[in-house]
């Protein structure tokens, strides 16, 4: 009885979700938001240092991700704490800013996301020989925003973890964005 009452009540859901114009697909393509998207891009300026508060502002960085989904343009601008004490390889990024723009498999435009970057850290990790070649860059974002509603409205705040690496000989930047709810 109760398994039957189930059954009843699903198919009531899907009836006036039909009546409302509303469709279910059992197989939905996935949130075009949300998941891991690999990045490749350059680093557009090393930002602005301000000597007295050893603080460089506007680090920035444009990336392009192109998927099966749609394509995705980011740009990413960080400020950090940039004195290294002797022996130490690791600045801590204070904050910044990032934004998203998506676009469909038809170039059609769907909508920019954008938020704050909140927190991370800046690696200069020699290598084996001892030379510094990479800079890792692991920072924490956090949507504060959208333009346009993406397929499905985005109701919560966005947050994601963006690991990327610098190659120091050149603005060559490559990277993942992991972006969940």
């Not at 469709?23 to 300026?45: L, R, W």
């Not at 444009?62 to 950090?80: A, F, K, M, P, Q």
């Amino acid at each position: 009885m109760y398994k039957q009452m189930i059954q009843i009540a699903a198919m009531l859901i899907l009836l006036v979700g039909a009546a409302n114009g509303q469709t279910f697909d059992q197989n939905p393509k996935p949130e075009p938001i949300v998941g891991a998207f690999f990045y490749n891009g350059v680093e557009t300026s090393p930002g602005v240092l301000e000597q007295a508060g050893s603080t460089r502002y506007g680090n920035s960085y444009i990336l392009d991700s192109t998927g099966e989904w749609e394509t995705r343009h980011l740009t990413v601008s960080l400020n950090y704490y940039s004195s290294l004490p002797s022996g130490a390889t690791t600045l801590t990024i204070l904050g910044g800013s990032w934004s998203m723009i998506t676009y469909d498999l038809n170039g059609q435009y769907q909508g920019t996301l954008y938020g704050d970057v909140v927190s991370g850290v800046i690696d200069f990790k020699p290598d084996a020989s001892g030379n510094v070649i990479n800079k890792k860059t692991s920072a924490q974002l956090m949507s504060t925003g959208y333009l346009r509603p993406f397929l499905l409205p985005i109701k919560r705040r966005l947050r994601g973890t963006l690991e990327m690496t610098t190659n120091l000989d050149s603005p060559q930047t490559s990277g993942t964005l992991n972006l969940n709810f």
